[in-house]
């Protein structure tokens, strides 16, 4: 690895590139990203403390170099700048072949967020409109934007809420969830998660009607279409 082999026309930025390349694999110690890098010890040095002040690199347990939280997030906010763009079409199909409402919701804090809907115009109790936020006790919505949460925030996330861990126990067995009423009066509700590039949660499809049409146990029906929709969407944030 050298600064032939990628340049952007400034040096610095190449020299610093280099560093976040070498840590891509593993943590380093300063001499295995010298060696690696090709760079003098103290130009070494001095990038990686100021990519550190940056949050671009952090340091490990035993003080080893490794790519640093901002990464992360920066990551993160590049996928779902994307989420919409890959989820509309396929929401717009399942719409069109349920012909019941549709929307797609991401968890924000204590609530969650409608970020597209497509409505049945059939009946309006169950039309969401975008931008709505709900908080994140009841539905089976919120049960699957949390229900592969990490302990602390699964244990943060049923504190007043209206289902269990035993409620999410079996959202994850079963890889959706169904709700009635909770949305509105007489409406069913049916979720499924859908999964980023790590494989964490990153958005919930739902499809959402009145009882006399989903009926009582909406899962049954439309579990298969609602999870590959979702499953769907993942694979478009892949790309």
Not at 164 to 183: F, H, K, P, Y
Request: proline fraction near 5%; glycine fraction near 8%; aromatic fraction near 4%.
């Amino acid at each position: 690895m050298t600064l032939t082999d990628i340049s952007s026309g400034v040096r610095v930025l190449d020299k610093a590139s280099l560093l976040l390349r070498a840590l891509e694999a593993e943590p380093a110690t300063l001499a295995t990203l010298v060696a690696k890098t090709g760079l003098p010890r103290p130009t070494a040095h001095r990038l990686a403390i100021a990519l550190e002040r940056l949050d671009l690199l952090t340091r490990d347990t035993t003080g080893r170099f490794v790519l640093g939280p901002r990464l992360a997030d920066m990551s993160v906010g590049a996928r779902q700048s994307r989420l919409l763009p890959a989820a509309e079409p396929v929401l717009t199909r399942l719409h069109d072949l349920t012909g019941v409402s549709v929307q797609l919701h991401k968890r924000r804090g204590t609530r969650r967020v409608c970020m597209f809907a497509a409505d049945s115009h059939q009946n309006s109790r169950d039309a969401v409109p975008i931008g709505a936020a709900f908080p994140m006790r009841y539905g089976s919505i919120s049960q699957v934007l949390l229900a592969w949460e990490d302990p602390d925030q699964l244990y943060d996330g049923l504190q007043g809420a209206r289902f269990n861990a035993l409620t999410l126990s079996g959202v994850r067995r079963q890889g959706w969830a169904e709700s009635i009423g909770d949305e509105g009066p007489g409406i069913a509700t049916i979720a499924a998660p859908v999964r980023g590039l790590d494989d964490r949660v990153v958005a919930a499809v739902a499809l959402s009607g009145p009882v006399s049409l989903l009926s009582r146990s909406p899962g049954r029906r439309y579990a298969s279409r609602v999870i590959d929709a979702a499953i769907l969407i993942g694979d478009r944030l892949s790309r």
